[in-house]
């Protein structure tokens, strides 16, 4: 059983369309990452949040940390097919990352 | 800079058999980790190495699951026997520091299948 439930599972959508992935958990987190994994790859780390409230902009992503830390949000605007990937958002406990169910996305062109 | 480095990248096993995989993480890098990902999830630990010393290896299924990490810097983990249930990916990740401070760098990975 995972501590973060992510929703949607599966996401696919046209590109230029808007998005948000939703990471939701009844645990206080420390802080929580976001990640982005390809096919055959190991996944790569997007972004840390570490304060209640805080938001965080990457180019057309933009990260939001729950004001009680026990969730989060993943904002895409103007989806492109180079966003396609499995996001991950995972949240540290102590000096453990604990990982997210997943969010599937396909962009499509 | 040379990534996390993980081998076999592909295994194919029949059941009961043993499998190793083998990790070499980002030169440096004190804390190695090990986890399982199942198709679309995400990532589970099995255990964390800081240094040479297993830290946490509570969710290793230690009937037949079996790591080690000689020297502090490379790591190999074992399944004898694989069952059905083993097929996954196994990730490797390594850490300069501990996760809470240090970023995690992740492997590729080895797809494992149990026929």
């Known amino acids: 059983t995972q501590l973060l439930e992510q929703s949607p599972q599966f996401l696919s959508i046209q590109e230029g369309e808007n998005l948000t992935v939703y990471c939701n958990s009844s645990s206080v987190f420390s802080s929580l990452q976001w990640y982005r994994q390809e096919p055959g790859e190991g996944p790569v780390l997007l972004v840390t949040v570490v304060t209640g409230g805080e938001v965080k902009k990457l180019k057309r992503l933009t990260f939001q940390f729950g004001d009680a830390r026990k969730d989060s949000s993943l904002h895409i605007t103007a989806a492109q097919p180079g966003d396609t990937g499995l996001y991950l958002c995972a949240g540290l406990i102590g000096n453990q990352f604990y990982f997210g169910t997943g969010t599937s996305l396909t962009v499509i062109p | 800079e040379a990534g996390v480095v993980q081998s076999p990248r592909y295994k194919i096993i029949e059941k009961k058999q043993p499998v190793a995989f083998w990790c070499n993480p980002i030169?440096?890098?004190?804390?190695l980790y090990w986890y399982l990902q199942n198709l679309g999830q995400g990532p589970e630990l099995l255990i964390r190495y800081e240094n040479e010393e297993a830290v946490d290896d509570s969710q290793l299924p230690k009937d037949r699951f079996s790591a080690e990490r000689l020297k502090g810097v490379d790591s190999t983990l074992k399944i004898q026997p694989a069952e059905l249930g083993d097929s996954a990916v196994y990730l490797c990740a390594s850490s300069l520091g501990l996760a809470g401070a240090d970023t995690q760098y992740f492997g590729p990975g080895t797809r494992l299948t149990v026929l």
């Open positions: 030169s440096g890098h004190n804390t």
